[in-house]
């Protein structure tokens, strides 16, 4: 079992690309012979490898240590899509096999499918039952501050199901349950984007909009694990009606489904987004007034999260070529709009796309995360 003080190397080594123990003993406040004391026992363990970096300038550029991939194993599956995806990955986060289950919404039939399925995936890897950690579960809707029972999903027609009690008692394993945007927001932490910051918000752009804040390195929950309902923020005062009961959510301006309610209604000659930026960069007046609507929408809405929040950074995850043309461009500049000059500008938008697999990933990293944060003592 690690010590505490192992507990927080691992922390500094998935936060970081690679650490000397040098750059560790600063860091921890310890010397450096107590830190290789600590080191050697976790190589021995094989849960942290040695890597050498090419040669810079002058001086023999130190040892860097980082986690090794094969040291644990996590498990993802998502309840997003119209199928169950269930995705394997590795200590560097990378997805090593999937499978895509049919979607029952029966939650015993459906803890069924999904503990059935784990055996054969994580075997053709070659990998040992005590290698897998976890299992981490993402859905659209509230889970609840133990991140163990689905509240209320609107997606699946579920109130208070505890989906990760009955996964644990058919699969053994610890099930992590998270709603979709901050798993996705754990993931950019932990194995992309976000990995070296530590206040950031991360803003989903789908069928819904969804987002989560990282503050200080830790998710933002909030007191009823409801922070980051992004979506029923009224933009519009008196406006549309939305699905939750109140009028004029960004949900109902800026969402995917919006959008194509938009499109449908003015009879626009497009099915997709990437097809309403065609008809509007060959000057569609409807399609650039459809884009701008969305655009003003959402950059206010995450203007007021810079505005309130000053993040490190914005992250946007969108789907292929959802986020390229007219649309972006007005988001960006009804950020800048709306935000105090002194700011203006100074907090970076980054974009990830999202895929068939982001969810299942996201999910995963989200076991990985509670094993990070939790590790055995
Ligand atoms: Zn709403």
Not at 308 to 322: F, K, Q, R, S, T
Request: charge should be negative.
């Amino acid at each position: 079992m690690l010590n505490a003080h192992q507990q927080q190397i691992i922390r500094l080594l998935i936060a970081s690309h690679g650490m000397s123990r040098t750059a560790i003993a600063q860091n921890m406040k310890l010397s450096k012979a107590a830190i290789s004391t600590l080191i050697k026992e976790m190589l021995h363990a094989g849960l942290v490898e040695e890597s050498i970096p090419e040669a810079s300038g002058q001086g023999r550029p130190s040892v860097l240590l980082k986690m090794r991939a094969d040291s644990a194993y996590f498990l993802g599956a998502s309840l997003l899509g119209e199928a169950i995806t269930l995705v394997l990955i590795d200590m560097h986060g990378r997805a090593l096999a999937n499978r895509v289950l049919p979607l029952n919404l029966d939650p015993e039939q459906l803890t069924h499918a999904i503990a059935d399925a784990i055996p054969p995936l994580v075997a053709a890897q070659g990998i040992s039952t005590d290698q897998l950690i976890g299992l981490g579960v993402t859905l659209s809707g509230f889970v609840d501050e133990h991140q163990a029972v689905c509240v209320q999903s609107a997606l699946l027609g579920w109130k208070d199901v505890p989906l990760a009690e009955m996964l644990k008692a058919r699969t053994g394993l610890e099930v992590s349950l998270e709603n979709d945007a901050k798993a996705l927001a754990v993931s950019e932490k932990i194995f992309g984007l976000a990995k070296k910051v530590r206040n950031f918000t991360l803003i989903s752009h789908s069928d819904g909009i969804g987002s989560a804040h990282f503050f200080q390195g830790q998710l933002h929950r909030g007191a009823h694990g409801a922070a980051g309902e992004i979506a029923h923020c009224t933009i519009e005062p008196g406006g549309r009606p939305c699905r939750c009961g109140k009028r004029g959510c960004l949900d109902t301006l800026a969402s995917l489904t919006a959008i194509r309610e938009n499109m449908r209604d003015k009879a626009i000659a497009a099915q997709t987004l990437p097809e309403l930026e065609i008809q509007a960069a060959k000057g569609s007046r409807a399609a650039i007034a459809i884009l701008h609507q969305a655009g003003n929408a959402l950059g206010l809405a995450i203007a007021n999260i810079v505005q309130m929040n000053d993040p490190e950074l914005i992250v946007i995850a969108h789907h292929p070529g959802a986020f390229d043309g007219l649309l972006q461009t007005v988001v960006m500049q009804a950020i800048d709009a709306n935000v105090l000059p002194s700011i203006m500008g100074k907090t970076p938008i980054s974009t990830i796309v999202l895929d068939d697999e982001s969810w299942a990933r996201a999910a995963a990293s989200v076991a990985a995360y509670r094993f990070l944060i939790h590790l055995p003592e």
